[in-house]
């Protein structure tokens, strides 16, 4: 039972490897923020696979008692929540086409150097014995660190009607449907009231597994491609991707000007209905619902 814990725990070491190194060879042929961001979301998934990995090992060898546990798993996993806790938001940032603002910029970093500054002081008062760590510091860290998520989610979840890409919506869904399931054993696994002999942190270790998947499968899906927006317009690749004619494109380009209907009519000496006719039409073939989207769209792929 422990040997296969072990190989369990080496999936959840190489399924952020596959998912990281699809996202850096996207980065680096298209350039495309999300996936960048994305590339360092599996990176802390690898650093909290590392974790539960030497946990396994030193199951496996009868070189760790149960005591320690928690500590080495902390000694490797609070790389992986810095990692999250900064690179989340801006993953959804960056796919919703924003820009974070100063306020949001000092937040983010208050949260990474607190769960930095936690991590940190887990590693000194821990490492030789595990008595000696505060309750207070883990449980700040695990404050901090799920509420970053969850708040992150929920606000994608709210604002939903925004975001221009319903793959990564759906596949957000099927995460915190999972996580939901699984978040009763993954506490009670914290707690140490439930244990599953040779696999400690098993409900983390499949939620991990399916964060892995889920990454790859949207990284497939919507992040290899060239850009949409080239030198502030429309991309040849979107235009022959989604069929956009010349008079479409035209009011695309009103559109990314920030011109409404009425002006974008004017300008093109079609009627407003025509515009609004023609916007529709976009959406169809973009697969996306309004000008919200079709601006965030197009902020998504931009420098």
Not at 247 to 261: H, Q, T
Request: some cysteine; hydrophobic content about 50%; proline content about 6%.
């Amino acid at each position: 039972m422990d040997l296969i814990g072990l190989y369990a725990a080496l999936l959840g070491i190489l399924l952020p490897i596959a998912a990281t190194s699809l996202c850096l060879a996207i980065y680096g042929v298209y350039g495309l923020r999300p996936a960048f961001w994305l590339s360092l979301l599996n990176i802390g998934l690898f650093f909290y696979g590392l974790g539960l990995f030497s946990v396994q090992l030193a199951i496996l060898t009868k070189e760790l008692p149960s005591a320690h546990i928690p500590p080495v798993l902390s000694h490797f996993g609070f790389l992986g929540n810095v990692l999250w806790v900064y690179s989340l938001p801006h993953f959804f940032l960056s796919v919703f086409g924003a820009k974070t603002r100063l306020l949001h910029r000092c937040l983010l970093v208050a949260a990474t150097v607190a769960i930095a500054l936690l991590g940190a002081v887990e590693l000194a008062r821990g490492w030789a014995d595990p008595a000696q760590i505060p309750p207070l510091v883990p449980l700040l860290d695990r404050i901090i660190t799920v509420g970053v998520i969850g708040l992150s989610s929920l606000l994608v979840l709210a604002f939903q009607s925004r975001l221009p890409d319903r793959n990564l919506y759906r596949n957000l869904v099927a995460q915190l449907v999972a996580l939901v399931f699984l978040l009763p054993l993954i506490v009670l696994e914290d707690l140490g009231i439930v244990r599953f002999p040779g696999f400690p942190n098993l409900g983390f270790l499949v939620a991990m597994g399916i964060i892995s998947i889920l990454s790859i499968l949207h990284a497939r899906s919507s992040l290899t491609r060239p850009r949409y927006l080239e030198g502030g317009a429309p991309s040849r690749y979107f235009i022959d991707r989604f069929g956009i004619s010349e008079r479409e494109l035209e009011v695309v380009e009103g559109v990314l000007r920030g011109l409404g209907n009425k002006e974008i009519a004017d300008i093109l000496s079609i009627s407003p209905k025509t515009v609004e006719n023609h916007l529709y039409h976009v959406y169809q073939k973009a697969g996306i619902s309004n000008r919200i989207q079709l601006s965030n769209l197009f902020r998504a792929d931009a420098e």
